[in-house]
T-cell receptor, first 110, second 113 residues
Framework: QKEVEQDPGPLSVPEGAIVSLNCTYSNSAFQYFMWYRQYSRKGPELLMYTYSSGNKEDGRFTAQVDKSSKYISLFIRDSQPSDSATYLCAGGTSGSRLTFGEGTQLTVNP | SAVISQKPSRDICQRGTSLTIQCQVDSQVTMMFWYRQQPGQSLTLIATANQGSEATYESGFVIDKFPISRPNLTFSTLTVSNMSPEDSSIYLC??????????FGPGTRLTVL
């Protein structure tokens, strides 16, 4: 079983839609979670960092963590074509080691 | 965050040769990591580059194949040795600053023929 499971998509939505991206994890040692955005032929860009259950909001992005069910989500409000990218979730343990999900490919259509 | 550069940005190499990838950061960082991202797949951690000592490798990765150096707090190299087509991948370095957040470089796209 992979430590971090993520639906690879692809996911296609119209501009302005609310996007929900989800991951599940099995490693109880994960202390924090991160969401990255990766455009084609670019390195991953850190979007959100959370370390406790609950919600964290940053502009149009909201990260949600439920440690009891080992479930993490990223919501994108008012999605834009510029949000079209691959989104990667990751769990982190001590020593800053990250384990990534497979990534979800998102396309926002104008 | 930090500004991270990698050289080369891409390369095409012949089977059996070696390639050294450089990662340079514009400020001192606490930790540096090397990842591999194979075509259509996610990121896999190769090793943690330790300053002044041997790198810490993840399961499935060995020093003879992926020797790593980190001579100071802003620079590291990853060598992909005795390459085969299966080594065709994107190689990424990442760094941490004060916290656990990792920031990634732009990647090196390697094709092995």
């Amino acid at each position: 079983q992979k430590e971090v499971e993520q639906d690879p998509g692809p996911l296609s939505v119209p501009e302005g839609a609310i996007v929900s991206l989800n991951c599940t994890y099995s490693n109880s040692a994960f202390q924090y979670f991160m969401w990255y955005r990766q455009y084609s032929r670019k390195g991953p860009e850190l979007l959100m960092y959370t370390y406790s259950s609950g919600n964290k909001e940053d502009g149009r992005f909201t990260a949600q963590v439920d440690k009891s069910s080992k479930y993490i989500s990223l919501f994108i409000r008012d999605s834009q074509p510029s949000d079209s990218a691959t989104y990667l979730c990751a769990g982190g343990t001590s020593g800053s080691r990250l384990t990534f999900g497979e990534g979800t490919q998102l396309t926002v259509n104008p | 965050s930090a500004v991270i550069s990698q050289k080369p940005s891409r390369d095409i190499c012949q089977r059996g040769t070696s390639l050294t990838i450089q990662c340079q950061v514009d400020s001192q960082v606490t930790m540096m990591f090397w990842y591999r991202q194979q075509p259509g797949q996610s990121l896999t951690l190769i090793a943690t580059a330790n300053q002044g000592s041997e790198a810490t490798y993840e399961s499935g990765f060995v020093i003879d194949k992926f020797p790593i150096s980190r001579p100071n707090l802003t620079f590291s190299t990853l060598t992909v040795s005795n390459m085969s087509p299966e080594d065709s991948s994107i190689y990424l370095c990442s760094v941490t600053l004060a916290g656990p957040e990792q920031f990634f470089g732009p990647g090196t796209r390697l094709t092995v023929l």
